[in-house]
Structures are given as C-alpha cells and as structure tokens.
C-alpha cells in the first residue's frame, strides 16, 4: 500500500462531503433522483433478471450432482438454493453485474462532462457539481440496488425452481419444503445490509472516478475500467468484512 | 468591473502567472490575447473561480473572489455567464433545456415565464426553431450562439468567452464577435474574451492585455496597439504571426 492510496482515499472523502450542500433548488433535485432511480433500476431489470435465473437453476443443476448420497433428502436442495441466493449470490453477483453496468455508466456519462467542461459550466453558473450530478445517482442508487437485489433473490429461487422442476431433479414440495425449512428474517436482513453497502460502493467510486477524470476519451475509457475494478474489489472486501462482522 | 492585484498561480512547482495586475471594464470588450501557454485560460479559469490563485486578489466589483465563502462565491457566480471554448452545452438536454437550466435553477419564474426567456434569448443570437434539437444536431456556430443565449439566460454583469471563435469559418467568426459586441454594449456587462484572433481585437477590442510567459506585457486600448508593437517585440510577433500586420 503507497502513499496514493490515502491521497486518493482523502480526496474521495472530501469529494462526499463537497455533495452535502443545500440543493439549489429541490423539485430539480428530486427529479433528477427519479430519472437516476428509472436508469439504474429500470435499466438494469433485463440483465439483473437473466443473471438471477441462470445463478438459481446453475445452483439446483451442480447441487443435485453432489449429493450422491441417498440419504439426503432432495429438498435439501431447496435450502441450499435459498440460502445461498440470499446470502451471497442475490446482493453480491447482482452487485459485481452491476458494478459493471452501472458503474461503467456513471463513472463515462460524469467523465465526459468533465472533459467536455460541461462541469466547469455548472461550476461556474454556482451550482454545486458533485451535488448536482453524483449525489442523486449515489441517492437512486442506495434506493433501487436493494430493490433490484430482492428481484434477484426471488428470480433466482425461482429459476432454481424451475430447473429442479423441468429436469426432474426434485419435486414441487420437496423445493418448497426445503426453501422454507430454515428461512430466517435475519438472512434477509443481512442479504439487505450487504446491498445498501454494495450500493453505496458502487455509485460512489464511480462518481468519483468520473469527476477527476483528466484527459480525452482515452481517459474517459480508463477511469470507467477504474470505477468497475475499484467497485469489485471493494465489493469483494466488504462481501467479506460484513461476514465477519455479522455471521 | 473586474480588478486584479498581484496575483501569482502555480501547478506543483510551475508558475503560470507572475504578479498580474489587470482592470476589466464595464460596457467593454476586454481582449486577453497571447500565445497557447502564455496564461491566458489559466488568467481566466481564476477569475472565474475554476482555479485558485496562491496570492492576490480579483476582485468583482469590490467583492474579492479570493475571500468569499463558498455560499458568497456561488452567489457571485450567479452573476457570469461564460461561453466555452468547447460551448460545454449539456449534450442530454436541447438547447431549450440547456437555455432553461438557469433559469430553472435560480430564478423564481413560471414555466411560461420560463419559455418565454428562452424563446427571447434564443431570438437575441438570430436563432429559431431549434428549441427541440439537441446539441449534437446543430453546427459549431450555432452551438457558440446557443452558449451566448445560455450564458445571457439569468441578467449577467460579467461576460467571459474563452475562445469564441475557435474551430469556426472567418464568416461565422466575425458573426460570433458582432453578436459578443452588441451584447456586452447592450446590457453593459463587463466583458473578458480570450482570443488568438487579432480580427476579433481589431474588430470589438476596447481594451486589450497582452500576455507572454505568465505575465502582463502590455496593457492598453486598441488605438494604442500600433504604438506598443513597435516598441514591444514579442507583442510585434505575435501580431504579425497573424494572418493580417
């Protein structure tokens, strides 16, 4: 770890707290945080959903395939399926997708403005930029990630429903029985708590990336790659960290 | 007025400008020129407030930028316009929405009221009808006309144009320039433009600084010009690397 590290760690918390003024004006703000909340989760459903059914039913398929042991009930499937999406596979793959997607997004949409002085604008007009432009993306997104992660976690048991299902691997009751056998709110909580946290991540180091980003569209292009392996790493960590801490 | 006392900027361990000392008029079109290097956008980024100086002060009508608070300098701000070298025209709103957005942000005014403004401006810069478009489907001059019509949205005092004219036909040049010139004598708003283009000093400069390496070389009126390049020789090289003596 290098010096660059804490500069860089400094001037990520100034840029947070440079957002926490007064918003010019609030019916503007508000509707920026909609039209953000339409983008990341609107526009994510489509990849969100295709990932969550394929994780589920990837689960239930190489599941089955290791219980060789006839003594095990099938419907331990069900719980695997469950629990797993709900603990790791729901916030976590969801969010490393979206890391990709949305953050890739933010991160090049705030670059550009920042090369093509469109930042300098509203600098200059007395607008209050990291306000303006990241915090209702970092607001949008701390609001539809959780939404979206408990889409995941239901397409995903779903998903792994319908592969048990439609292959024949085990039956209706025997998924349902072992998806409620050891469901606990705490589970959903924490599955809740890690996608706040992975929301937070994600918009917030994007947004950063985008707003010192210094060059042209070469740069642009590089701090969108920074802002997706920055977010998955940190993902990763605090995937890692919260376990620690509330496992 | 605009007024600027010995003030000094550095990036890391380069200066970039040495002890300025410079007036900005009111009702005037003040042209900074000099060579690409010389200070000129980093001059202007200062008083704008996008860069800090190390020392001096600029000051807007006896208010000094320097020791503003941040609530007091946006305030100030509300009180520029600038036209960007690049027009920096938000590319996801039309250019009604990019007129409007001042507006939208710190007036009190209906969404007629609004339309209204927009409509008015738009019309001030010899543009129509493109309300709808986006920036990507208008040409180079009409997109430094609709920087005009955004930057004179709110009621400006101070004006700053970071070369108007660049990437643009001499005709729609001398446009540009003519429109800048009738609105700064218009609303007598104290007008700063950067400029390589001597056409544009000879044409509307009512006060010119001249700029070499970081510091004022030369100080004057257009009229006065002529004189001062006979007996300074880097502002005689760089109006006769120009396409006209």
Redesign the interface.
């Known amino acids: 770890m290098n010096l660059s590290f804490f500069y860089h760690f400094g001037k990520y918390l100034m840029f947070l707290r440079s957002m926490l003024y007064k918003p010019e004006k609030w019916n503007v703000f508000f509707k920026r945080i909609f039209d953000e909340m339409n983008k990341i989760g609107i526009g994510s459903l489509p990849i969100v959903a295709i990932t969550s059914l394929f994780i589920g039913a990837v689960t239930t398929v190489q599941t089955a395939y290791q219980l060789v042991s006839g003594l095990i009930s099938k419907s331990v499937i069900g719980t695997i399926v469950s629990d797993s999406t709900m603990l790791e596979l729901g916030p976590t793959i969801t969010c490393l997708v979206l890391s990709g997607k949305v953050g890739a997004h933010i991160s090049s949409e705030i670059g550009n403005m920042r090369i093509s002085e469109q930042i300098d604008a509203l600098e200059v007009m007395g607008i209050n930029a990291p306000g303006y432009l990241a915090l209702p993306k970092i607001i949008a997104g701390i609001v539809m990630i959780p939404v979206l992660n408990v889409i995941a976690i239901t397409l995903s048991i779903y998903g792994g429903y319908m592969a048990g299902e439609l292959s024949g691997i085990l039956t209706h009751e025997q998924f349902i029985t072992g998806a409620r056998a050891t469901f606990k709110g705490f589970t959903l909580f924490f599955s809740m708590l890690k996608a706040f946290t992975f929301a937070f991540i994600i918009t917030s180091v994007s947004s950063y990336q985008g707003y010192f980003t210094k060059g042209g569209a070469l740069e642009v292009g590089e701090s969108s790659t920074k802002a997706v392996v920055y977010s998955s790493v940190l993902i990763l960590f605090f995937d890692y960290l919260l376990a620690e801490l509330f496992l | 007025m605009i007024e600027l006392s010995h003030v000094n900027k550095s990036f890391e361990d380069k200066q970039v400008l040495y002890d300025i000392n410079a007036q900005f008029f009111s009702g005037k079109n003040n042209v900074i020129i000099g060579a690409s290097g010389g200070g000129k956008s980093v001059m202007m980024k200062c008083m704008?407030?996008?860069e800090r100086p190390e020392s001096g002060s600029i000051e807007f009508d006896k208010r000094d930028m320097l020791s503003l608070d941040?609530q007091q300098?946006?305030?100030?701000?509300?009180e520029?316009g600038?036209l960007?070298?690049?027009t920096?025209?938000?590319?996801s709103l039309t250019i009604e929405e990019n007129i409007e957005?001042?507006l939208?942000?710190?007036s009190k005014m209906t969404a007629a009221e609004r339309r209204a403004r927009v409509n008015f401006c738009l019309q001030r810069v010899n543009l129509e009808n493109i309300n709808k478009k986006f920036p990507s489907e208008i040409s180079g001059g009409m997109k430094k006309r609709v920087g005009i019509a955004r930057a004179i949205a709110l009621d400006i005092k101070y004006l700053?144009c970071d070369e108007p004219n660049s990437g643009l036909d001499p005709i729609t040049s001398r446009l540009i320039d003519a429109l800048i010139d009738e609105i700064t004598k218009e609303y007598g708003i104290t007008n700063i433009i950067n400029s390589h283009d001597m056409k544009t000093v000879f044409d509307i400069g009512d006060h010119i600084l001249f700029m070499y390496k970081g510091a004022k070389r030369w100080e004057g009126n257009r009229a006065d010009l002529k004189h001062a390049q006979k007996e300074i020789p880097e502002l005689d090289n760089f109006i006769k690397a120009s396409y006209f003596d």
């Open positions: 704008v407030g996008l941040e300098l946006r305030e100030v701000r509300r520029i600038m960007f070298q690049g920096a025209l938000f590319d957005f001042p939208k942000m710190f700053f």
